[in-house]
């Protein structure tokens, strides 16, 4: 635990005083804790000695993804989808299941797989993390439909592509370990705590008995998270349904919660999100990645360069979207967090293919990671009329915009 505790500290404290840096060039904080995981791996230095059976790994992986998905439900508030949905409704109506099946024909024919196996895969790859593609969510020339399209779409399909993970994972189990009922009733659990939870917090705060004072305003919505997450262990109802679900109920219901809580869950969601990417590369070594079939790598680049550009290529057909904004949309569908707890459900599912599976996971987030994490900045300045190159492109200079009034968006770009 110390080793580890001092790794996540020292990259930690790296990560903060390269950010300004990062956020100018192809540096990545998600890159550097996987990276730093793997190097301080046993297949490396040694410095961490972890598997994917340790308590600590599930621990973590489970916290960090309850997290993850109650911050993306706050983003996915009916309010927010209902005033420009229709640009992430392509994405998520009908990019997600055609991503879902390209990436299941590729597993199939590419890798080698069966069936149901290679529906997991796909059901494991579709969710996509704009962590990876900060440059660009981030860059206020970018336009704002597009910025809008890839958070909504990377809040909300993480929760959407649970159930189709759980069923195929069930069924992978083999007829013997699959009990639809049971499995139903979890995820209805689930669903039920999620909304019942905060629904009832919050229309206790508004009787005349409570009041929350500015100071404790952001706790809230920790205390809702945490009383869901408690209530789901006690009683086997699915967490990640019910955080999920408890995000979105904040943010249909509580507007005011959502934004009190907002930088503040974020903050804390990241930091899970860069302990567990540290543990996951510390899991992967040069072994571990050389057991990798030749089929295998095909697969993983064919799942990052084909599937999903397929997929929305054929969504976005006359939406209005210019070729840039496709074409940065098409490519930044990074597999992120989500996806590596998913994987490594998997892999502790004890399914006879679970160990073939992680592999072809981990090696498409890996890819993925470093990717998109390194071509985020270049792509963003595709939309820049001015900025200025730095030293690492070879020969440093300035693009200078004419003078004149920053462009505002159309009324039909708000809209979309």
């Known amino acids: 635990m110390t080793p580890l505790l001092l790794a996540f500290a020292g990259l930690l404290l790296l990560a903060v005083l390269l950010s300004n840096l990062a956020n100018r060039t192809m540096l990545s904080t998600a890159a550097l804790f996987l990276v730093g995981g793997f190097v301080l791996g046993d297949g490396v230095t040694g410095v961490l000695s972890l598997s994917p059976g340790d308590s600590l790994v599930a621990g973590l992986a489970e916290l960090a993804l309850f997290a993850v998905l109650f911050a993306d439900g706050m983003h996915a508030g009916w309010k927010d989808l209902r005033s420009a949905w229709r640009l992430p409704g392509r994405a998520l109506g009908w990019g ?233 949309a098409m490519w930044f569908g990074p597999k992120g967090f989500a996806s590596v707890v998913y994987g490594l459900l998997v892999l502790e599912s004890g399914i006879p293919a679970a160990d073939e599976i992680f592999h072809l996971v981990a090696v498409t987030i890996v890819l993925s990671i470093l990717a998109h994490s390194s071509t985020d900045v270049v792509v963003a300045r595709g939309f820049d009329d001015e900025h200025e190159v730095p030293a690492w492109y070879g020969k440093a200079r300035t693009l200078v915009r004419r003078p004149g009034p920053a462009p505002q968006p159309t009324p039909d770009e708000n809209s979309q």
């Not at 024919?109 to 529906?119: D, I, K």
């Not at 958070?151 to 195929?168: A, H, M």
């Not at 507007?255 to 590369?281: I, N, P, R, T, Y």
């Open 96 to 328: 997600l299941p055609l991503t879902l099946g390209v990436t299941a024909l590729l597993a199939y024919y590419v890798a080698g797989l069966g069936v149901v196996e290679s529906l997991l895969v796909a059901a494991i790859l579709t969710p996509t993390d704009p962590v990876f593609a900060a440059a660009l969510v981030g860059n206020d020339r970018v336009p704002p439909r597009l910025r809008h399209l890839l958070n909504v779409e990377s809040g909300v399909n993480d929760g959407l592509i649970l159930p189709f993970v759980v069923l195929f994972l069930a069924i992978a189990k083999g007829s013997d370990d699959l009990h639809l009922g049971e499995l139903g009733s979890e995820l209805a659990l689930g669903l039920v705590i999620g909304v019942a939870v905060p629904w009832a917090a919050i229309m206790l705060e508004r009787t005349r008995l409570f009041a929350i004072s500015p100071k404790y305003e952001p706790l809230n919505a920790v205390a809702i998270g945490l009383l869901v997450l408690g209530l789901g262990k006690a009683t086997h109802g699915n967490l990640f349904l019910a955080a999920f679900a408890a995000g979105i109920t904040v943010a249909t219901i509580g507007d005011q919660h959502s934004k009190a809580f907002s930088e503040f869950g974020e903050l804390v969601a990241e930091l899970l999100k860069l302990a567990a990417l540290l543990v996951f590369g510390a899991l992967i070594s040069p072994a571990f990645l050389g057991e990798v079939s030749v089929s295998g790598w095909v697969f993983a680049v064919l799942a990052l360069v084909l599937a999903r550009p397929v997929a929305l290529w054929v969504s976005f057909l006359r939406s209005g979207l210019s070729a840039r904004e496709q074409g940065a």
